[in-house]
């Protein structure tokens, strides 16, 4: 403090005997002086406790030091992943990174579309809701970049970074059959939700293809993507007459799966043996389940990484153009659906 109020350059300037300009010049462009000089001005910036007004030299320059990930459910760990790689990419930038979490409202998206857009931050990075909102092109036209993460980017309007969901649905099930599964239960919901309704389509497409009877594919719906929808479906499959009853299960994402498994062990069913189950996402969880769970991975930093450099691109490259990367998914098979030979 200086006689009571917050230090201002004038105070540093006038503590190392050094005017406005070099002051400014060690905070914007300290390769311009000298190390003795930008050594005096440190010195007494960190004796007046000096800090710089970021939301002045925010007006000057017309952007902030930020980005922004609008993650789609904050519950999901998938996306803390995704926002750790985005987080790595934005540190390489020497940027900062806002989190904020839709939770799948459209309102609530907008809401925090609006501050980050008040808060001029240097690019966005979402999940959305809706990748066809309205609002998703009025940032774009305001100047600041949009990539849509974990989502195909329509129309080619924005970059985009996603896995092949069709692709994950149908490696799912497609090991199921491989396994002797000839009854099957595809587990997710809402299809309001692309990626839900993708992977839903993957399942279909390969079951066709199979030449397995359509009836014997039963979709059970779920309200959301969460532990406790896993375990109502869990307990909506049980009540499936024995003859008709999947002997496995397909759900959407990793949280669907959990709460299966959780049902199924707890009423006394035998996994992989009477149920086999396949996730979606291959979270950290997955793997250290009581019953390790078979998943297909989705290469969660390395989407955020790849987000995060592209949003970067489009803000500082006058020849940017957009992108739409899709990623592979792969199957990782675990106990919950491989059945172990015992020896005897």
């Not at 990793?254 to 959780?262: C, E, F, K, W």
């Amino acid at each position: 403090m200086v006689n009571g109020r917050t230090p201002s350059v004038k105070d540093v300037a006038r503590s190392a005997g050094v005017s406005l300009g070099t002051v400014s010049n060690v905070m914007n462009r300290p390769e311009v002086v000298s190390p003795s000089t930008r050594e005096r001005v440190e010195r007494a910036m960190a004796e007046l406790g000096f800090v710089r007004n970021e939301s002045a030299r925010q007006l000057r320059a017309g952007t902030s030091r930020s980005l922004a990930y609008v993650m789609l459910d904050g519950s999901n760990p998938f996306f803390h992943d995704v926002a750790q790689g985005i987080e790595l990419a934005a540190e390489d930038a020497d940027l900062s990174l806002f989190i904020c979490n839709s939770n799948s409202r459209a309102e609530r998206e907008e809401v925090h579309l609006d501050r980050l857009m008040q808060q001029r931050v240097q690019g966005i990075l979402i999940t959305p809701v809706n990748p066809e909102a309205a609002h998703l092109g009025e940032i774009s036209r305001r100047g600041i970049p949009v990539v849509i993460v974990d989502r195909v980017g329509v129309g080619g309007a924005f970059c985009s970074v996603a896995v092949d969901d069709v692709l994950g649905g149908r490696i799912a099930v497609e090991h199921l059959a491989e396994q002797g599964h000839t009854r099957v239960a595809v587990v997710g919901g809402p299809e309001s939700i692309g990626q839900v309704r993708e992977r839903v389509e993957g399942a279909r497409q390969i079951w066709a293809e199979l030449g397995l009877p359509p009836e014997d594919l039963t979709y059970l719906p779920t309200a959301a993507l969460t532990v406790a929808e896993g375990r109502s479906a869990g307990e909506r499959l049980a009540g499936i007459p024995a003859r008709r009853r999947p002997t496995a299960a397909f759900c959407a994402n990793d949280l669907l799966a959990l709460g299966l498994l959780q049902q199924s062990i707890g009423a006394g069913l035998r996994v992989p043996e009477e149920l086999a189950i396949v996730g979606f996402d291959d979270i950290e969880f997955a793997a250290a389940a009581a019953v390790p769970l078979t998943s297909v991975r989705q290469p969660r930093q390395e989407l955020g990484r790849a987000a995060a450099q592209l949003v970067l691109d489009e803000a500082t490259n006058p020849d940017h153009e957009h992108q739409q990367l899709s990623f592979v998914p792969e199957l990782v098979a675990r106990a919950s659906t491989v059945v172990r030979s015992r020896a005897y």
